[in-house]
DNA sequence: TTGAAAGCGCTAACAG
DNA sequence: CTGTTAGCGCTTTCAA
């Protein structure tokens, strides 16, 4: 900027008036065109990091998730990346598998962003707490609503119970295939819907524990608790199964082991991750509402970073059913 | 900074000093405690953009990659989120579906990071000159090799012409399902690998256009296509698809006119996502070095950022045919 | 071992 | 309309 400065004989704070197309200030048509011109020849390339440092905004957004994988993930920051690739937003990306609490304490020093999208994190409350004081803008999402930050919720309760008694009109017993132990620390609603649906049902619960180390989704690891599983137990007449990644790797399961489905076993997962549409059977899932999560995400956190002081908001998003032919739909 | 320096009684350099762990500049013991403890009392956060302007490493490297969107992208972020997760570098994703050459030349203004990876970007020749002019630390990835930056590229032509043989010593008729017009504008190294086993073999081209209007992935679109070309010209014996978003989409219009694979046409991919080992039949593919590719891709990055005139570096790496049941194998 | 001071490149009052 | 000036928060050379 001063290399333009000089070369022209005017103020720096001229070419920065221009160069950001201020406001307002009216700077002569004839600097104006000298100063652009001069910069294009100087190849004048702004410098980020001055330019925060001096109050200005990055235009840049932080989507901060859990990993890039499964395909679960993948289609969250598509639905991300289709919602703030069209704004004057940067959407940059982070994976915050291992982060700790201090972690995400700090973080908005990673770069200065204008905003965190924290995708379903684990964020305590002093975390939160933290970054509010340190004004950051930070939208969340998650299962369950919070009410000391933006935040956008997917409510799986009602969804998992409609799926549930669907898969309960059709056959008596139902399994549920999941990581987490059922017991009460386990915070997640899909629980909790099952056995109620169940129990308002007279029908005895079946969990199918297949915890396979890699927090959701080795499907060789699933596949494998499954076959055993049905060997020693039988078959359930339905599946209910935590996500689609269970849902897939049950389906082969049960490929391997000559049971049909629909016809000897019901299969309903969760997510409506793409690749449930192209099995064979179809597979039923909970169809998760990307699109609909990161329009809300992306508007909360447009209103905090031009109103940092505005009330807080939130949304409540419901899951539809997706009934396909696994579910004998 | 200043806060704890004023606290203290001391200057900002020396709380700088302790801060950074300048190796060499001793400070006493008890100085470093007491700045240390100080600035864990005063909630001390350092500022990144500060940091950067006075000439720090940011350790952030970003990856710039088409999209998040089909599989092939998601594994491929995946890749290197493993590659580089564990280094003391942060991985920053951004999507460059929609960027210009001069988006390409100003790649390292949306955040001063310390390097950039470009995947299968169309980085012109100007933009890499400009790049380098500027000191930024650029790898690129691509189908094919190139001199003017560091590079690695994945040569498809072997692999392609193997898999098609490979089809040809089963069945005659073999096709070739692809999104580019097969002219010589395709500088794609598949179809001239496969154009030139038919030539071997003396057999005709059969080229099948699936044009998706979505760069590649459209899987519906895809299915229809295929589906109109059997009713009119009748099934090939065997498909080699583009890539495995083709090859699943091709599997459903099949089964959809209950054409039978292997067993009437087989079916063989390219870049070897997850998704196929769950298909009946298991589809076979070309398997995508994605663990390779992201190992020489940090590695050239690294040196380059730590060297950054060290002679430019290439590898070329050749992914392998993973034959499996939709190949008859 | 510590302190003073000069920037890094840019923004934004404020005063002409 | 344009120039002067004071930072933004940190690093680093040079002296002490």
New interface residues.
Partial sequence: MSDIARRLNISRATVSYVLNERPGEIISEATRERVLQTARELGY??????Q??AGRR?N?VELCIH???P?F???V??AF?LEI?PTDY??????A??WTQSDWE?VD????TDGIIAFDANLSDEAVASLRR?QVALVATGVYPRTDTDHVSVDLYEATKNAVEHLLGKKRRVAYLTPRPANAADKDPRYPAYRNAMLAAGQPEEVILAIDGSQFGD?PAISNIMRHYIREHGCPEAIFCFNDEFS?AA??AL?DQKIRVPEDVLLLGCDGIH?TA???PALSTIQYPYAAVAQWAWEFLQQRIENPESPLQSAVLAPKLLLRASSGD
């Fill in positions: 390339r702004p410098n980020r990091a001055a925060v440092l990055s840049i990993s890039f994988s395909a993930y993948s289609q920051l598509q990346e690739g940067q959407l940059h990306t982070v994976t598998r291992h700090n020093r990673g770069w200065p340190h499907r897939v389906l082969v490929r690749e192209y099995h064979l």
